[in-house]
């Protein structure tokens, strides 16, 4: 049996994002790596470079993260980039959306352990929530799928001018323009390529910023999200 890498002391850039809530992001961090790598959430090569990969990567996503607004992270996972995004900004109310129940589990015993209670762990998909969860001002994504397939899931989950911040690695540009069609029936109204983290993490981390108009998801997904709505008044009236 191959043995558990050994997780590196957290680097100085670490200190300087997180703050005060440092002692939490390492306790997250030693987390990932044993009930994260036993349960298959992190691949157990990772753990060498979960800081500056993984938790400072998803971390400076708060850049460019408006104040005081909701967010969904959309297909969490083990919790990136939505914990760390909740572990430096407390102004957030964080919903950490996740279809699979080992997922949500280790999800549930991270929030709890940490003391994150501007977060909510939601299990289902996307698709699923509609019209059951309240529509957020941000949709947060990391490697969830292709953009135009993430865009499908994550707009129809935002308020009127809300906006999708998905984080991408090289090919973000070409993936932006082959999804320009599916994004415009969506309801996209403008699209940027942005770099940020710069200072703490290198390469920087880019993301994707899909903004929409006054209909998030095109008139199909607002027909759905009014049905919902119905079903909703239907069943709170019993």
Not at 15 to 28: D, L, T
Not at 176 to 203: C, F, H, I, M, Y
Request: positive net charge; glycine residues 10%; hydrophobic residues 45%.
């Amino acid at each position: 049996m191959t043995e558990a890498a050994e997780l590196p002391p957290a680097p100085e850039e670490a200190r300087a994002v997180f703050g005060e809530f440092f002692p939490e992001a390492v306790r997250y961090a030693e987390l990932l790596a044993d009930a994260g790598v036993k349960r298959g959430l992190i691949g157990p090569r990772e753990v060498p470079r979960l800081w500056e990969r993984h938790l400072l990567n998803c971390a400076v996503l708060s850049e460019v993260v408006p104040a005081g607004v909701t967010v969904c992270d959309v297909g969490s996972g083990a919790g990136l980039p939505g914990i760390p995004l909740a572990l430096v900004r407390r102004d957030l109310k964080i919903t950490l959306l996740e279809p699979l129940l080992r997922r949500t589990t280790f999800l549930q015993e991270a929030v709890e352990l940490l003391g994150l209670d501007h977060v909510t762990v939601v299990r289902g998909r996307a698709e699923e929530v509609l019209g059951k969860v309240q529509p957020v001002h941000v949709v947060t994504a990391r490697a969830v799928a292709p953009l135009d397939r993430l865009a499908g899931w994550g707009v129809p989950l935002l308020r009127p001018y809300g906006e999708m911040l998905a984080l991408k690695g090289d090919t973000a540009e070409e993936e932006l323009v082959s999804a320009k069609a599916a994004l415009s029936r969506l309801g996209v109204v403008k699209t940027s390529v942005l770099q940020v983290g710069e200072g703490v993490v290198d390469p920087m981390s880019t993301v994707v910023r899909v903004e929409v108009g006054e209909s998030p998801g095109g008139v199909r997904f607002a027909a759905k999200r009014a049905k919902a709505a119905r079903v909703g008044r239907t069943r709170r009236r019993r």
